[in-house]
């Protein structure tokens, strides 16, 4: 079993940077394909961003391209979230996820393991 755990998460003014980090403590992640999503109030998981599992390939969502970026870090066993000029309307519950390592993934189906999310919260 996977057991994904994120942190990073907070309260951040408009135009400000979060880094999300996402850790498994007894698996290696570069066997998976690594994946964020995010969850705002009332409204659906929504896809952020992936990464394929040799770090060689990324993708990411209309809503968030050019501000975020997703990477690995092998030597921590880590994959991260850096978002800069967030907004208001980036607030959620950040999750991360992780799948087979056939690319691309950004479906939630396509992912087998969740974390338990990180709030991020934006304010104007």
């Known amino acids: 079993q996977v057991q994904l755990v994120e942190s990073g998460g907070g309260l951040v003014q408009a135009g400000g940077s979060l880094r999300l980090s996402c850790t498994e403590s007894?698996?290696?992640?570069?066997?998976?394909?690594m994946g964020w999503f995010r969850q705002a109030p009332g409204k659906g998981r929504e896809f952020v961003a992936a990464?394929?599992?040799?770090?060689?390939?990324?993708n990411y969502a209309d809503s968030i391209k050019g501000r975020f970026t997703i990477s690995r870090d092998t030597t921590k066993n880590t994959v991260n979230l850096e978002m800069n000029s967030l907004k208001p309307e980036d607030t959620a519950v950040y999750y991360c996820?992780?799948?087979?390592?056939?690319?691309?993934?950004?479906?939630?189906?396509?992912?087998?393991?969740w974390g338990q999310g990180t709030q991020v919260t934006v304010s104007s």
């Open positions: 990464i394929s599992w040799s770090g060689r390939n990324t």
């Open positions: 996820a992780a799948g087979g390592p056939s690319w691309p993934r950004s479906m939630r189906s396509e992912y087998d393991y």
């Open positions: 007894r698996r290696t992640l570069t066997l998976y394909t």
